[in-house]
């Protein structure tokens, strides 16, 4: 007498089967995504960087001093010359994730360019263009140049790249006068009316809470020329 095969281990088999497509398919999305956030950000930031210090400068030329973008307001151009001859990237108004993507980002609540007080800057480390992704390679020393229409303002870095590592939550390192709260820790000298400047980024090329500090302070103020 022959007996008919359970339906119960073709059932599990399928199930196991879909299960198994399934995770291929959320595999493969995670590695686009993570393709996506490395390679592709990266190339769509670069050409908005492109696009953006290009529109600034002919705006320059024509007598405005601001692009609004919808990043945000265009104001400035910074220049790293650690970084390349050829590195420009725009400097947006704010802090926002639209403007990260766009460039450096400016601490509204901080000083203006060459203003007494601290002008405060962050970019990102990775994705979106890598702005300060040779962060660690600053040297007390290296100039951080900040253009805008009328001025060129020359900063002159007083702590490395990764000299300083703190939470993110550590918001002394934007104040006016950052005053480190661990004595003897790195910090600008503690002169009132100083003309700071304060770049801020991710202390690791993935995902973290902690930030890499730089301070400076300006070393001259001259005419921009074209």
Not at 42 to 61: G, Q
Not at 70 to 93: C, D, H, K, Q
């Amino acid at each position: 007498m022959s007996t008919k095969p359970s339906a119960a281990p073709r059932r599990r088999g399928r199930i196991l089967t879909t299960i198994g497509l399934l995770m291929v398919v959320v595999g493969v999305a995670m590695l686009g995504w993570v393709g996506w956030q490395m390679y592709g950000t990266n190339w769509v930031s670069a050409r908005k960087h492109t696009e953006l210090v290009e529109r600034v400068e002919t705006n320059w030329r024509q007598g405005n001093d601001t692009v609004k973008a919808p990043e945000g307001s265009v104001e400035a151009v910074v220049r790293i010359p650690r970084f390349g001859r050829g590195y420009a990237v725009p400097l947006i108004e704010g802090v926002a994730d639209d403007a990260l993507a766009a460039g450096f980002g400016h601490f509204k609540s901080s000083a203006s360019p060459g203003g007494k007080g601290n002008y405060a800057l962050a970019a990102h480390r990775v994705t979106h263009g890598e702005p300060l992704r040779r962060m660690p390679d600053l040297v007390p020393g290296d100039k951080i140049i900040v253009d805008t229409r009328k001025w060129t303002y020359t900063y002159l870095l007083d702590t490395g790249g990764d000299d300083l590592i703190v939470p993110f939550t550590q918001t002394w390192v934007i104040d006016p006068l950052p005053t480190n709260p661990d004595q003897g820790g790195v910090q600008p000298a503690q002169e009132t009316g100083q003309r700071l400047i304060t770049l801020t980024t991710c202390s690791e090329l993935f995902h973290t809470d902690n930030r890499m500090i730089a301070f400076g302070h300006l070393l001259t103020k001259e005419p921009r020329t074209t």
